[in-house]
């Protein structure tokens, strides 16, 4: 009799999916439509046997409810789960009216369509076997489960559960996790985003009672499977391709006896790549594997992996993890203090030896002890991270420590110290309960004070970081006050991607994409392709206009939202001169992201920023304080709007933007890949060009200005060249780009010169299919 | 145990290199004399010991092997300080790896900072050299960068094979032992005094003087 109601959703299921694209508002409707339609086929089910009623009515409502509950699981629909939990309020009902007749389809029906209110206690629907705790931690799950996010409050309470039970039972945790990371909320607002179920799947044999099965199914199906993330501009190859390939095969080699590896392999990689597609600046880390490796172990369901994932590094991880890896340095000296002050001995013991603690406590961060710990004791580590956040990591590492110290302090040669320290806690730990019984411990270490210790230990980092990236010569990072160095990140910044893509191109066929790599940079008209992320202005200034980035402010400023809303340009007269950051977004609400968490995370979608004048004060603004951080995504290519292109050449021709210059923007400008050799490269590109002859002969200033017209007369940037050129600044610039130290490696500091001029109007850009024929030779 | 351990020569050894050249598989091959198919990627910095005898004499041949993704480096240089010497590995079928030798050997020597910086032993791995499929890096570009690089040594090697890894490890370990002359240092005091150089620490004791007493924030 399970069947025929699984086959009732499934016929359901199949016609739900025959709406191929909707906006939101229909998806809405739809979804209202979907819920009544699955209500119909319980119904229709229900009403089929009702003559039956008398005997088993008690069988057969657990049987519904036993259907419909690993319906939920396999499908991780909140629609069934509704129909589920009525169908317990119509249990709970039918005993509390002592066992009324009343005929199973009006009951249920009375209680889908009036929605009366029977208070129960919990025990009635619970599974009996498990603990009170358990259960209470499902009520949670269940009413968050609406919501597709945990509150705070809830959050805490479940944080409490899990410490008085010991531990989070293993089958709820997908759930816990996609609800405490808010991923369930984010994959239903985004809908489409990650990927796209196709409509003519195969039907699903009906009487596949294991959910495991059908989650297998699932997945064979997937090159059906539409993923616009994924497979979004196919015309530039993610340079993190290679690396994630080459990490992907040793990834919990040791533990993934039981999944299916290439097919584990296979998410992983889809969901890695995606991410780094979503944030570029952020691309792949090493590290960010066992991550996933950790969330795809855990949750099946790859889109709600990729979301979880995606919390987790955004919302849930400090800023800049992976980038720059700052704040994990940062945290290292945290940590530093927390067990200088916690376990005094064990420090002392230790440094006395000389171990560094960063050298082990580094993994143990990157990878949020995943690596570090038993599976079971690192996902109950999660399950907090989840709820607690951050803070989680602090606390666990200091219980690991401590449950380790006794061996520690016997012992006195490093190399044992070290081995222990990184080998035993995985044999050591292997009960969530010893774990937790220390991580308690350690909780009287509150937020507050590990992001005061944050903040005490940030600037330094920063700038020990900037001396690194500095001395390095392949790395470039814009200095706050040196404007020939802002040139200079501009300039690089062009050649960001190209480099990138060349190298992660080498192999295959470069000169066909950089062939063609004209059509389409080519924004005449200002009709940029929504999905290319790669029109002249990316090009100019992609790490500014990415897709998705995330800053803090150097000081307080206030945002104009929906910028583009009114008229533009009397805005702009009216605004320009206290514009502080522009940032040309979609014109869309803003949404405060998690305003009442103390994470304070602001998320934007189009915005105007100006530096905060104290005596204003108008609700149309937002605030923004140092403490609090932006976060922004561009769904629509800004040169879509009219306008943008004049406020483009404004800021590009500026040099008042001080986020940009600043390094507190937790973007990266430019932190690989720009060595030596890359730049001569770049240098010998642009000497390929034809125009640089042009510029070696003597009537350059005629000739090019000829040329320059003719040429690039449809392109948008032709404003942009008559901008640089009709400043008086020739001389100076040039002054400007001699005085760079970059290494020439005997190139002919005229040339070399001429070449950063050539750069400088963006030539190379438009430069014609020259580029690909050199580049792959050099 | 006092007086064996002042018998042994101390060594750190430095591995660095391009991310997925093979530092982590050449390293167990030394040390374990097995080939890990499959291992970890490394995250900022491990180490292993191995003790070896050379010319007579003990060595405990500390090997550092450091993360080769690019962001990690503000990490890695860290490891670079006290470094008796160092071998930089390149793939031998990735020559972007090749590419990037110079970039490597000039981190080293800026933030290792060590004293000789002309004469300071380095050894070239290319590594893989198994994967022949005609495409590898040439033995003489290799000899000829390592030659226009101050007469650098360089070794083929095979991770997989065990082709050279154990002479490769062996020759870098006499260079430093050339370069040390120290014979018999013992290991707690070398090893804090190499460690004081790690800035984290420093820092942070320093830190923690200042302000001993301050327990509550809220």
Same mark, same amino acid.
């Given at each position: 009799?399970?069947?025929?109601?699984?086959?009732?959703?499934?016929?359901?299921?199949?016609?739900?999916?025959?709406?191929?694209?909707?906006?939101?508002?229909?998806?809405?409707?739809?979804?209202?439509?979907?819920?009544?339609?699955?209500?119909?086929?319980?119904?229709?089910?229900?009403?089929?046997?009702?003559?039956?009623?008398?005997?088993?009515?008690?069988?057969?409502?657990?049987?519904?409810?036993?259907?419909?509950?690993?319906?939920?699981?396999?499908?991780?629909?909140?629609?069934?789960?509704?129909?589920?939990?009525?169908?317990?309020?119509?249990?709970?009902?039918?005993?509390?009216?002592?066992?009324?007749?009343?005929?199973?389809?009006?009951?249920?029906?009375?209680?889908?369509?009036?929605?009366?209110?029977?208070?129960?206690?919990?025990?009635?629907?619970?599974?009996?076997?498990?603990?009170?705790?358990?259960?209470?931690?499902?009520?949670?799950?269940?009413?968050?489960?609406?919501?597709?996010?945990?509150?705070?409050?809830?959050?805490?309470?479940?944080?409490?559960?899990?410490?008085?039970?010991?531990?989070?039972?293993?089958?709820?945790?997908?759930?816990?996790?996609?609800?405490?990371?808010?991923?369930?909320?984010?994959?239903?607002?985004?809908?489409?985003?990650?990927?796209?179920?196709?409509?003519?799947?195969?039907?699903?044999?009906?009487?596949?009672?294991?959910?495991?099965?059908?989650?297998?199914?699932?997945?064979?199906?997937?090159?059906?499977?539409?993923?616009?993330?994924?497979?979004?501009?196919?015309?530039?190859?993610?340079?993190?391709?290679?690396?994630?390939?080459?990490?992907?095969?040793?990834?919990?080699?040791?533990?993934?006896?039981?999944?299916?590896?290439?097919?584990?392999?296979?998410?992983?990689?889809?969901?890695?790549?995606?991410?780094?597609?979503?944030?570029?600046?952020?691309?792949?880390?090493?590290?960010?594997?066992?991550?996933?490796?950790?969330?795809?172990?855990?949750?099946?369901?790859?889109?709600?992996?990729?979301?979880?994932?995606?919390?987790?590094?955004?919302?849930?991880?400090?800023?800049?993890?992976?980038?720059?890896?700052?704040?994990?340095?940062?945290?290292?000296?945290?940590?530093?203090?927390?067990?200088?002050?916690?376990?005094?001995?064990?420090?002392?013991?230790?440094?006395?030896?000389?171990?560094?603690?960063?050298?082990?406590?580094?993994?143990?961060?990157?990878?949020?002890?995943?690596?570090?710990?038993?599976?079971?004791?690192?996902?109950?580590?999660?399950?907090?991270?989840?709820?607690?956040?951050?803070s989680a990591i602090f606390w666990a590492s200091l219980a690991i420590l401590d449950i380790m110290s006794p061996d520690l302090l016997k012992q006195t040669?490093?190399?044992?110290?070290?081995?222990?320290?990184?080998?035993?806690?995985?044999?050591?730990?292997?009960?969530?309960?010893?774990?937790?019984?220390?991580?308690?411990?350690?909780?009287?270490?509150?937020?507050?004070?590990?992001?005061?210790?944050?903040?005490?230990?940030?600037?330094?980092?920063?700038?020990?970081?900037?001396?690194?990236?500095?001395?390095?010569?392949?790395?470039?990072?814009?200095?706050?006050?040196?404007?020939?160095?802002?040139?200079?990140?501009?300039?690089?910044?062009?050649?960001?991607?190209?480099?990138?893509?060349?190298?992660?191109?080498?192999?295959?066929?470069?000169?066909?994409?950089?062939?063609?790599?004209?059509? /389409?940079?080519?924004?005449?008209?200002? *009709?940029?392709? $929504?999905?290319? !992320?790669?029109?002249?202005? =990316?090009? &100019? +200034?992609?790490?500014?206009?990415?897709?998705?980035?995330?800053?803090?402010?150097?000081?307080?400023?206030?945002?104009?939202?929906?910028?583009?809303?009114?008229?533009?340009?009397? /805005?702009?007269?009216?605004?320009?001169? *206290?514009?502080? $950051?522009?940032? !040309?977004?979609?014109?869309? =609400?803003? &949404? +405060?992201?998690?305003?009442?968490?103390?994470?304070?995370?602001?998320?934007?979608?189009?915005?105007?920023?100006?530096?905060?004048?104290?005596?204003?004060?108008?609700?149309?603004?937002?605030?923004i304080t140092e403490d609090e951080q932006l976060l922004m995504t561009r769904e629509v290519h800004p040169c879509v709007y009219n306008g943008f292109e004049?406020?483009?050449?404004?800021?590009?021709?500026?040099?008042?933007?001080?986020?940009?210059?600043?390094?507190?923007?937790?973007?990266?400008?430019?932190?690989?890949?720009?060595?030596?050799?890359?730049?001569?490269?770049?240098?010998?590109?642009?000497?390929?060009?034809?125009?640089?002859?042009?510029?070696?002969?003597?009537?350059?200033?005629?000739?090019?200005?000829?040329?320059?017209?003719?040429?690039?007369?449809?392109?948008?940037?032709?404003?942009?060249?008559?901008?640089?050129?009709?400043?008086?600044?020739?001389?100076?610039?040039?002054?400007?780009?001699?005085?760079?130290?970059?290494?020439?490696?005997?190139?002919?500091?005229?040339?070399?010169?001429?070449?950063?001029?050539?750069?400088?109007?963006?030539?190379?850009?438009?430069?014609?299919?020259?580029?690909?024929?050199?580049?792959?030779?050099? | 145990?006092?007086?064996?351990?002042?018998?042994?020569?101390?060594?750190?050894?430095?591995?660095?290199?391009?991310?997925?050249?093979?530092?982590?598989?050449?390293?167990?091959?030394?040390?374990?004399?097995?080939?890990?198919?499959?291992?970890?990627?490394?995250?900022?910095?491990?180490?292993?010991?191995?003790?070896?005898?050379?010319?007579?004499?003990?060595?405990?041949?500390?090997?550092?092997?450091?993360?080769?993704?690019?962001?990690?480096?503000?990490?890695?240089?860290?490891?670079?300080?006290?470094?008796?010497?160092?071998?930089?590995?390149?793939?031998?079928?990735?020559?972007?790896?090749?590419?990037?030798?110079?970039?490597?050997?000039?981190?080293?020597?800026?933030?290792?900072?060590?004293?000789?910086?002309?004469?300071?032993?380095?050894?070239?791995?290319?590594?893989?050299?198994?994967?022949?499929?005609?495409?590898?890096?040439?033995?003489?570009?290799?000899?000829?960068?390592?030659?226009?690089?101050?007469?650098?040594?360089?070794?083929?090697?095979?991770?997989?094979?065990?082709?050279?890894?154990?002479?490769?490890?062996?020759?870098?370990?006499?260079?430093?032992?050339?370069?040390?002359?120290?014979?018999?240092?013992?290991?707690?005091?070398?090893?804090?005094?190499?460690?004081?150089?790690?800035?984290?620490?420093?820092?942070?004791?320093?830190?923690?003087?200042?302000?001993?007493?301050?327990?509550?924030?809220?």
């Open positions: 009799m399970e069947m025929m109601l699984r086959r009732n959703y499934y016929q359901v299921e199949k016609r739900d999916r025959k709406q191929p694209e909707m906006s939101f508002q229909e998806k809405k409707e739809e979804t209202k439509k979907t819920k009544k339609r699955y209500r119909k086929a319980t119904l229709s089910y229900c009403s089929n046997g009702e003559e039956d009623f008398d005997e088993h009515s008690d069988n057969k409502l657990s049987a519904i409810s036993n259907v419909s509950k690993s319906f939920v699981q396999e499908r991780n629909l909140e629609i069934i789960e509704n129909v589920y939990t009525s169908k317990k309020k119509a249990k709970a009902s039918f005993i509390s009216n002592g066992g009324k007749r009343q005929g199973l389809l009006g009951m249920i029906k009375n209680k889908f369509f009036r929605g009366n209110k029977v208070k129960r206690p919990v025990s009635e629907y619970s599974n009996k076997s498990e603990s009170n705790y358990v259960q209470k931690m499902l009520v949670i799950l269940r009413k968050a489960q609406k919501h597709g996010i945990m509150t705070e409050k809830e959050k805490d309470q479940m944080a409490k559960l899990i410490f008085k039970n010991g531990g989070f039972p293993k089958a709820y945790r997908p759930q816990l996790w996609t609800l405490a990371s808010g991923s369930e909320r984010l994959k239903r607002n985004n809908f489409g985003y990650y990927s796209i179920q196709p409509h003519d799947e195969d039907e699903r044999k009906s009487n596949d009672d294991n959910p495991e099965l059908t989650e297998k199914q699932d997945n064979t199906s997937d090159d059906d499977i539409c993923r616009p993330l994924l497979d979004s501009y196919p015309e530039m190859p993610s340079p993190y391709k290679d690396q994630i390939m080459v990490d992907l095969n040793r990834t919990f080699i040791e533990n993934n006896g039981s999944i299916d590896s290439k097919d584990f392999n296979k998410k992983l990689f889809r969901i890695l790549l995606s991410y780094s597609k979503r944030n570029s600046n952020v691309g792949y880390c090493q590290g960010m594997n066992y991550l996933a490796g950790m969330v795809v172990r855990v949750i099946h369901n790859e889109e709600t992996a990729f979301w979880t994932l995606c919390s987790l590094f955004e919302n849930i991880l400090p800023l800049d993890y992976f980038c720059l890896m700052t704040e994990i340095l940062v945290d290292q000296k945290v940590l530093m203090m927390l067990i200088q002050k916690k376990q005094k001995k064990l420090f002392k013991h230790l440094k006395s030896h000389g171990v560094d603690f960063p050298i082990i406590t580094f993994q143990w961060f990157v990878c949020c002890l995943s690596c570090t710990l038993d599976q079971e004791v690192a996902e109950t580590v999660w399950d907090l991270l989840f709820l607690q956040g951050t040669e490093f190399n044992d110290m070290y081995t222990t320290m990184d080998t035993k806690p995985k044999e050591m730990i292997n009960e969530p309960e010893i774990m937790l019984k220390h991580y308690q411990k350690f909780m009287r270490v509150k937020p507050c004070m590990i992001s005061k210790l944050r903040k005490k230990f940030r600037e330094g980092i920063i700038n020990d970081q900037r001396q690194v990236w500095m001395n390095n010569s392949r790395a470039v990072c814009p200095s706050s006050t040196d404007s020939s160095v802002l040139k200079r990140v501009k300039i690089l910044n062009k050649f960001f991607f190209l480099n990138k893509a060349i190298r992660a191109n080498k192999k295959q066929e470069l000169h066909f994409e950089l062939d063609n790599v004209d059509d /389409r940079l080519s924004c005449s008209g200002m *009709k940029c392709n $929504f999905n290319w !992320p790669l029109c002249l202005y =990316d090009f &100019t +200034i992609r790490t500014r206009i990415c897709n998705f980035f995330i800053f803090r402010v150097s000081k307080p400023v206030r945002i104009i939202p929906e910028y583009f809303s009114d008229d533009l340009n009397l /805005r702009r007269e009216e605004k320009f001169e *206290k514009l502080f $950051f522009f940032i !040309p977004f979609e014109n869309k =609400d803003v &949404t +405060i992201y998690d305003n009442k968490s103390e994470r304070r995370v602001k998320r934007i979608e189009s915005a105007q920023i100006y530096e905060k004048n104290e005596t204003e004060d108008n609700e149309k603004y937002i605030h004049d406020h483009f050449h404004k800021m590009f021709d500026t040099e008042d933007n001080i986020l940009y210059m600043n390094w507190t923007v937790h973007t990266c400008y430019g932190f690989e890949l720009q060595n030596i050799q890359s730049i001569e490269a770049f240098v010998n590109e642009i000497l390929s060009l034809k125009e640089i002859e042009a510029l070696k002969s003597k009537d350059y200033q005629e000739e090019s200005k000829n040329m320059m017209n003719r040429e690039y007369r449809n392109f948008s940037h032709y404003r942009l060249n008559t901008l640089l050129r009709e400043r008086p600044l020739k001389e100076e610039k040039l002054k400007r780009f001699g005085s760079f130290n970059f290494p020439r490696h005997g190139l002919d500091q005229q040339i070399w010169q001429s070449a950063l001029e050539v750069a400088s109007q963006s030539i190379i850009i438009s430069g014609s299919s020259d580029i690909s024929s050199d580049s792959d030779d050099e | 145990m006092e007086k064996k351990k002042n018998k042994k020569v101390f060594l750190k050894v430095v591995i660095i290199g391009d991310s997925g050249v093979g530092k982590t598989s050449l390293i167990h091959r030394y040390t374990s004399t097995r080939f890990l198919q499959d291992f970890k990627p490394t995250i900022g910095a491990e180490f292993s010991n191995k003790e070896v005898v050379i010319n007579g004499k003990t060595v405990v041949a500390q090997i550092w092997d450091t993360a080769g993704q690019e962001r990690y480096q503000s990490l890695g240089i860290s490891f670079y300080r006290g470094a008796d010497c160092c071998g930089i590995v390149f793939d031998r079928s990735d020559h972007s790896s090749f590419e990037n030798l110079d970039t490597w050997k000039n981190a080293f020597l800026k933030h290792g900072a060590p004293k000789e910086e002309g004469t300071f032993p380095f050894l070239v791995i290319g590594n893989k050299s198994d994967l022949d499929d005609g495409s590898l890096v040439k033995e003489r570009d290799a000899q000829q960068w390592c030659a226009d690089n101050g007469n650098l040594e360089y070794i083929e090697t095979s991770a997989k094979d065990n082709t050279s890894v154990e002479e490769a490890f062996t020759k870098l370990i006499e260079k430093g032992m050339e370069r040390e002359k120290v014979n018999l240092v013992e290991l707690p005091d070398r090893m804090s005094q190499k460690n004081k150089t790690v800035n984290l620490q420093r820092d942070v004791a320093k830190d923690v003087n200042r302000k001993p007493q301050k327990k509550k924030c809220c």
